[in-house]
Antibody, heavy 116, light 107 residues
Framework: AVQLVESGGGLVQPKESLKISCAASGFTFSNAAMYWVRQAPGKGLEWVAR??????????YYADSVKGRFTISRDDSKSMVYLQMDNLKTEDTAMYYCTADAFAYWGQGTLVTVSS | DIQMTQSPSSMSASLGDRVTITCQAS??????LIWFQQKPGKSPRPMIYYATNLANGVPSRFSGSRSGSDYSLTISSLESEDMADYHCLQYKQYPLTFGSGTKLEIK
């Protein structure tokens, strides 16, 4: 069965950095575009980033709200996808979900709280 | 950016009712739209792909349709397990954008 397991969330102060991870299994990871989607407490869903596959040069795409601060990456050898978050702001507080296969599969999320 | 205007933001309906939720796209997105269901404390679940195609395992009482720039999710006969938040997502153009969500409650 497909599994996506996020980790690395926590409480950080504004302007700090955090890297969250997503471990994938149950499908051919190297063939799948991967995404991060977030949801602030009590709010709707917001797409954050996408990374394509090796044949597509691992092209990346970002929401305007995180461009220049967040970096999505992947390690196909480990079936992992990452989100490096720099210069965090209070408005980045959210549950961060990893999702794959055109949003067919979702992890359980990891909570990132940015607060002083 | 493409704006997805979702309505209503919340609604209450009785068991057996026909329920319709709509997303209006600010630009042409073709049929590049997904509907998600999200229950409290859970991850989103895709219900409808490419505006009208039922995802695997989704009950046939759910359907998707399009009229111009308006995309609708319809539940033909509401059941208690359908109580959830519903979200639309356009993936025609970056940045990908979600609607603001609809909270569906059972009367």
């Amino acid at each position: 069965a497909v599994q996506l397991v996020e980790s690395g969330g926590g409480l950080v102060q504004p302007k700090e950095s955090l890297k969250i991870s997503c471990a994938a299994s149950g499908f051919t990871f190297s063939n799948a575009a991967m995404y991060w989607v977030r949801q602030a407490p009590g709010k709707g869903l917001e797409w954050v980033a996408r990374i394509r596959t090796k044949p597509n040069n691992y092209a990346t795409y970002y929401a305007d709200s995180v461009k220049g601060r967040f970096t999505i990456s992947r390690d196909d050898s480990k079936s992992m996808v990452y989100l490096q978050m720099d210069n965090l702001k209070t408005e980045d507080t959210a549950m961060y979900y990893c999702t794959a296969d055109a949003f067919a599969y979702w992890g359980q999320g990891t909570l990132v709280t940015v607060s002083s | 950016d493409i704006q997805m205007t979702q309505s209503p933001s919340s609604m209450s309906a009785s068991l057996g009712d026909r329920v319709t939720i709509t997303c209006q796209a600010s630009q042409d997105i073709g049929n590049n739209l997904i509907w998600f269901q999200q229950k409290p404390g859970k991850s989103p679940r895709p219900m409808i792909y490419y505006a009208t195609n039922l995802a695997n395992g989704v009950p046939s009482r759910f359907s998707g349709s399009r009229s111009g720039s308006d995309y609708s999710l319809t539940i033909s006969s509401l059941e208690s397990e359908d109580m959830a938040d519903y979200h639309c997502l356009q993936y025609k153009q970056y940045p990908l954008t979600f609607g603001s969500g609809t909270k569906l409650e059972i009367k």
